[in-house]
């Protein structure tokens, strides 16, 4: 289904203007032939009168980033994209099979709501009035609109499960594809972006994690969604726009808005994330204990200072490894005599 825009029917002031005229006209007719007795004229006057609503319903005005799909009795006729004043076909129909659908997302362009809210207050009616407008508001939004899916629960690559969000960015771009190649390009897009994000996050760990191939290439890496958020958010927004292509829909962007642990696992991850903290920490203060142990030796032994023996040496390594790796501060013992 191509997309065909029709931008010469930008005539509809011209068009008002005449019909305004033709009823005038008609009314004037009417009168004047219904005191002369002209039967003939006056039934022409009358049957304008009766059916000369119908050319006003080809009004259309469209606002900037609205369009409009037209069909002629379930034809496809072409589509107004242009902000303005038109007259068409007073026959044709507009389609959009995703007026009524409202997802967790920026607003659409919606011409009733004002009429909606007008005849709430005024009228005192409620959802079926509400609903009413909604309904014949046909016209699609060509804005660039922010879709925040709910999030989902998905197993990372090492089989952990992670609860995970995303906006989405996107918009129409081909009008004819978006109504008449898929049923509802609302839900449509709404369905792939939770299939594209559940084929991208199998991928990756959670967080960095030894011999994972996130590329592909065959080569161990280090990429995570905590620490790779662009990388997996690109990837996330190429496979949505595959998907969505036949729809006439455009992906702009796609973000990722919350990446936890599931409940579930949350707090054995937590103490897990911990435990990897307090061994890095003790093996930064082993390291740096064992140099200054090193040092100190090489010190004693350069000054001569004191000679050790071996067995000395070992007691004041140990004493020095307790005292520097310690956790607590170190109780000194003053030995008055002898070691022997």
């Known amino acids: ?41 006056m039934v022409i006057g009358i049957v304008w009168l009766s059916l000369g609503w119908i050319p006003f319903l080809g009004l259309k005005v469209l606002k900037p980033q609205e369009a409009l799909v037209l069909t002629l009795f379930g034809k496809y006729v072409g589509t107004l994209k242009d902000d303005g004043f038109y007259w068409v076909n007073p026959f ?38 509400a609903s009413s407008s909604t309904y014949v508001n046909k016209k699609i939004s060509l ?38 190649n898929v049923d509802n390009y609302k839900e449509y897009l709404s369905l792939q972006c939770d299939s594209a994000l559940r084929n991208i996050v199998r991928i990756y760990p959670y967080d960095v994690a030894p011999n994972v191939d996130t590329t592909g290439d065959g080569v161990a890496d280090e990429g995570s969604l905590r620490g790779s958020s662009e990388i997996v958010a690109g990837r996330i927004r190429d496979e949505i726009q595959q998907k969505v292509a036949e729809a006439g829909l455009e992906i702009i962007e796609a973000r990722i808005t919350y990446l936890a642990y599931a409940p579930e696992i949350a707090a054995v991850m937590l103490q897990r994330q911990q435990a990897s903290a307090i061994i890095d920490a003790r093996k930064m203060i082993v390291d740096g204990a064992v140099g200054m142990v090193e040092m100190a030796l090489e010190r004693l032994n350069e000054n001569n200072v004191v000679e050790l023996d071996e067995e000395r040496k070992a007691a004041m390594v140990s004493n020095l490894l307790v005292v520097l790796c310690g956790n607590h501060d170190a109780q000194p013992v003053v030995n008055s005599g002898s070691l022997y």
Do not use: H
């Open 1 to 41: 289904m191509q997309e065909k825009v029709l931008s010469s029917k930008k005539n509809g002031m011209a068009m008002m203007i005449l019909f305004i005229l033709l009823y005038a006209a008609a009314t004037a007719v009417t009168v004047i032939s219904s005191v002369r007795f002209c039967i003939p004229v």
């Open 143 to 180: 804005k660039i609109m922010t879709l925040n899916n709910n999030r989902q629960k998905i197993n990372d690559c090492l089989g952990n499960p992670v609860e995970i969000g995303i906006a989405v960015m996107w918009r129409v771009t081909d009008t004819a594809k978006a109504v008449f």
């Open 92 to 129: 044709c129909t507009a389609v959009n099979p995703a007026a009524k659908t409202k997802l967790n997302q920026s607003g659409d362009v919606d011409g009733g709501n004002a009429a909606k809210s007008f005849l709430t207050l005024a009228t005192g009616t409620g959802s079926g009035a």
